[in-house]
């Protein structure tokens, strides 16, 4: 006989573990008991034959409940003396941390009862179970309990207290969230005056009024969605209209997978991602005879789809005849995507018509995740729903916990502790104060839930002094006395790459590539090679800086940039005859006006400098007359990679890499470029993109000689430009090394945060050694 003592920390709270564990242990024979603890972890106490105790703890891994993560599993003798094996109530304590569980797509057996006439849950928008449904979205704090979630407003009806105490039922035996039509949130349809309408079925009545080409709210488990037609091209456009919302992309969620496969091609691989627990939107390559209308994704390859992760969401979808339909934020442009119920019925009601609404609380804002393929890797672009809050494993323990605060696009926040890195949820862009409020309460949601305390804290920060996070942090710094350290850009960039790949400090080679960054020479920084490790850096080389005349409109009206690249080996008096003659000042406001007027400035000399591959590649888009106004962010360059993927691979451009001093010389590439503008636009579009890569790519494998390297690790919003990657990856290769792009956060600025806590830890650490 012995009696162990078992800590398991992982996604092991809101995921049916303790049943599993209960059930388990009263199979074997075994006494002692399971319970939640503060830190999200479970303590298991079990008594027994050693033999029975040997086999228990195996099989925690290899049995454990669908949804479960199981990452460290201690074990220690302690004392016995149980009668019985029990659940007992949840602890306030900690003995070590352990996840929060995100919010889990709906599972075959929950969606089974909703579809099925005899079962009492039939028809019940939302059905969940301890397998899945919502968590994190609802979690007011831990231990993961009923009465710390919004699922307290609920409670329990006697037949749901009944699945609740059987140990028998395995899906619903201490499932926190358990309720039914009796009991549970109810959901309703509502016009945008709050007149209720046809409360005996809200969703088939909405599901109507879609067909009838209406546009609708939705509120779902993160936050409200906006649901229209995606066939009918008036329909898209009126939401176009009404969100002022000219080009941006808007997701599709689709019945199931063989409605999918009507709008786009989906392998096997792309087909399990879509169907897993997580349900992100995936960036798929569009079919050539999709349904969908044009004015869903304009001028894009690929349509981003997603499947029900609700039974709400199922149900909708199930009658409307398309079987799919548009599925975006609900939000005002530049804003949070709303939760609540009063906050949307007043910054939606301009937009929609009716709102599908349910009555359960959400806790915590949680955007859809949104992942796409890059040279045979999902890389995700929005790190939300599914992925959020699960944390990253840091290469280095902390002497201190770190709270980054991000970039200032796709933001997110992080908090650091012991080797533990914590990326919130996707904020978004810190254009306003609403934006940045919500980035206080995501990070302050996890320093109160692993209870950290902001006076022991080192903030780290963007080193651009007019970044709005920078705000937040000297608040914090004044209130609570916090550490500020600055993280240049590119560097928080390449260290996050490093900490997925469980890199400690030895010196690694990194090609950051993105739109802006502030450099430490004051300039704009975007197309870089560095040497690095955590606690420092060398850029080793760039792309060749041009001028940014105008300073952001040169991003918004990316003529001006390629004003400024051609006039690098063209006359003035050229540059504008060619912009005139080739109709490109119709993409400026002011046309040829305007053209003189940006010629003077590059002249005169007066315009910030930048080395970066995104102003590079909105330059190419509309040389190409592919993009002439950037309406959201990366605009230009993602319609250049789009109409590049409709071209056969081939190369027509040469890399053009400065061997003196280590730089890309992007107006060679140009110079060339205009040399065979005769040649099909897909063709070009391509060459460009692949002729940057390879250069880049070669001055990687430069920085690498006589470095012990073996890997070029990349980064940043363009890195995701899978014609650029493989160019990069190809060059790599050749040299006998390996190239990899961010999996686990986004390689966009939605995983600097990561980098920033990962940079500014290991300098406390080293200020201490």
């Known amino acids: 006989m012995k009696a162990v003592k078992i800590t398991v920390t992982g996604v092991v709270q809101g995921v049916g573990f303790r049943p599993f564990v209960y059930r388990l242990a009263r199979g074997l024979g075994l006494k002692g008991y399971v319970k939640n603890l503060g830190g999200s972890e479970v303590e298991i106490v079990v008594e027994g034959p050693s033999s029975k105790v040997e086999e228990f703890v195996a099989r925690l891994r290899s049995d454990k409940p669908p949804p479960a993560e199981i990452q460290s599993l201690t074990v220690k003798p302690t004392g016995g003396g149980f009668r019985e094996f029990k659940i007992e109530p949840s602890g306030r304590s900690r003995r070590a941390y352990s996840m929060i569980p995100p919010d889990i797509g709906i599972c075959r057996d929950c969606l089974a009862e909703v579809l099925d006439p005899k079962d009492r849950r039939y028809m019940y928008p939302l059905n969940s179970c301890a397998w899945c449904g919502p968590r994190f979205s609802m979690m007011e704090d831990i231990p993961y309990d009923r009465g710390n979630t919004s699922m307290r407003d609920f409670p329990m009806c006697t037949d749901c207290l009944r699945e609740y105490r059987n140990p028998d039922d395995v899906r619903r035996f201490h499932a926190q969230g358990n309720c039914c039509p009796v009991c549970g949130p109810r959901v309703w349809l509502e016009d945008r005056n709050g007149v209720v309408i046809n409360r005996e079925n809200p969703v088939l009545e909405a599901?109507?009024?879609?067909?009838?080409?209406?546009?609708?709210?939705?509120?779902?488990?993160?936050?409200?969605?906006?649901?229209?037609?995606?066939?009918?091209?008036?329909?898209?456009?009126?939401?176009?209209?009404?969100k002022r919302r000219p080009e941006k992309p808007f997701a599709l969620m689709a019945l199931n997978l063989e409605t999918a496969r009507r709008i786009a091609y989906i392998s096997e691989e792309d087909a399990r991602l879509l169907e897993s627990p997580i349900r992100p939107i995936l960036l798929l390559p569009e079919r050539e005879d999709s349904p969908v209308s044009r004015y869903v994704a304009p001028g894009l390859s690929m349509q981003g789809i997603m499947l029900p992760y609700t039974a709400l969401h199922y149900m909708l979808l199930s009658n409307v005849g398309d079987g799919f339909l548009i599925m975006t934020s609900g939000n005002e442009r530049g804003e949070p995507m709303c939760t609540g119920n009063r906050e949307a019925r007043v910054k939606l009601r301009g937009f929609v018509?009716?709102?599908?609404?349910?009555?359960?609380?959400?806790?915590?804002?949680?955007?859809?995740?949104?992942?796409?393929?890059?040279?045979?890797?999902?890389?995700?672009?929005?790190?939300?729903?599914?992925?959020?809050?699960?944390?990253?494993?840091?290469?280095?323990?902390?002497?201190?916990?770190?709270?980054?605060?991000?970039?200032?696009?796709?933001n997110t926040g992080c908090l650091a502790f012991e080797d533990i890195a914590i990326p919130t949820q996707f904020v978004g862009d810190?254009?306003?104060?609403?934006?940045?409020?919500?980035?206080?309460?995501?990070?302050?949601?996890?320093?109160?839930?692993?209870?950290?305390?902001?006076?022991?804290?080192?903030?780290?920060?963007?080193?651009?002094?007019?970044?709005?996070?920078?705000?937040?942090?000297?608040?914090?710094?004044?209130?609570?006395?916090?550490?500020?350290?600055?993280?240049?850009?590119?560097?928080?960039?390449?260290?996050?790459?490093?900490?997925?790949?469980?890199?400690?400090?030895?010196?690694?080679?990194?090609?950051?590539?993105?739109?802006?960054?502030?450099?430490?020479?004051?300039?704009?920084?975007?197309?870089?090679?560095?040497?690095?490790?955590?606690?420092?850096?060398?850029?080793?080389?760039?792309?060749?800086?041009?001028?940014?005349?105008?300073?952001?409109?040169?991003?918004?009206?990316?003529?001006?940039?390629?004003?400024?690249?051609?006039?690098?080996?063209?006359?003035?008096?050229?540059?504008?005859?060619?912009?005139?003659?080739?109709?490109?000042?119709?993409?400026?406001?002011?046309?040829?006006?305007?053209?003189?007027?940006?010629?003077?400035?590059?002249?005169?000399?007066?315009?910030?400098?930048?080395?970066?591959?995104?102003?590079?590649?909105?330059?190419?888009?509309?040389?190409?007359?592919?993009?002439?106004?950037?309406?959201?962010?990366?605009?230009?360059?993602?319609?250049?990679?789009?109409?590049?993927?409709?071209?056969k691979p081939i190369d027509l451009l040469e890399p053009r890499v400065s061997r003196s001093k280590p730089l890309v010389q992007t107006h060679r590439i140009f110079e060339e470029l205009l040399e065979k503008l005769d040649r099909p636009r897909e063709q070009l579009a391509y060459s460009v993109q692949r002729a940057l890569g390879l250069s880049i790519g070669e001055l990687a494998v430069m920085a690498s000689k006589g470095r012990s390297v073996d890997r070029i690790l990349v980064s940043g919003g363009a890195a995701v430009n899978t014609v650029i990657f493989e160019a990069i990856r190809e060059k790599a290769e050749e040299a006998g090394l390996k190239a990899y792009v961010n999996t686990v956060v986004p390689a966009g600025d939605g995983g600097v945060s990561l980098g920033q806590a990962a940079v500014a830890g290991f300098r406390v650490l080293e200020s201490l050694l």
């Open 207 to 242: 599901s109507r009024l879609v067909e009838e080409r209406y546009i609708l709210a939705v509120k779902g488990l993160g936050g409200f969605h906006i649901a229209c037609l995606a066939t009918d091209d008036d329909v898209v456009l009126r939401l176009r209209t009404r």
């Open 430 to 647: 810190m254009d306003n104060l609403s934006s940045l409020a919500e980035l206080e309460r995501a990070v302050s949601f996890l320093l109160k839930t692993y209870r950290i305390d902001l006076s022991d804290v080192v903030v780290a920060v963007d080193k651009h002094p007019r970044y709005l996070s920078r705000l937040l942090a000297e608040k914090w710094a004044e209130t609570y006395g916090c550490r500020l350290v600055e993280v240049q850009h590119h560097h928080a960039h390449a260290a996050s790459v490093m900490v997925e790949l469980g890199v400690k400090d030895s010196e690694m080679v990194a090609v950051t590539l993105d739109g802006a960054g502030y450099g430490d020479d004051g300039t704009v920084w975007g197309g870089e090679v560095l040497i690095t490790g955590y606690g420092a850096y060398t850029r080793f080389g760039h792309l060749e800086q041009v001028p940014m005349p105008g300073g952001d409109r040169a991003t918004e009206y990316p003529v001006r940039m390629l004003m400024s690249i051609l006039s690098r080996f063209m006359p003035v008096e050229e540059v504008r005859e060619f912009i005139v003659g080739r109709g490109l000042h119709k993409g400026l406001p002011y046309g040829a006006e305007e053209t003189d007027a940006v010629l003077s400035l590059l002249e005169r000399g007066n315009a910030p400098l930048t080395s970066s591959l995104g102003r590079v590649l909105d330059s190419a888009s509309a040389l190409l007359g592919i993009c002439f106004k950037r309406t959201y962010e990366g605009e230009p360059a993602i319609k250049l990679e789009a109409t590049s993927n409709r071209a």
């Open 353 to 410: 018509d009716y709102f599908l609404m349910h009555d359960r609380r959400i806790v915590n804002r949680v955007d859809d995740s949104v992942v796409r393929r890059t040279g045979g890797f999902y890389t995700v672009i929005r790190r939300g729903r599914g992925y959020a809050p699960r944390w990253v494993r840091l290469p280095f323990r902390l002497p201190r916990p770190v709270v980054a605060l991000g970039a200032h696009y796709q």
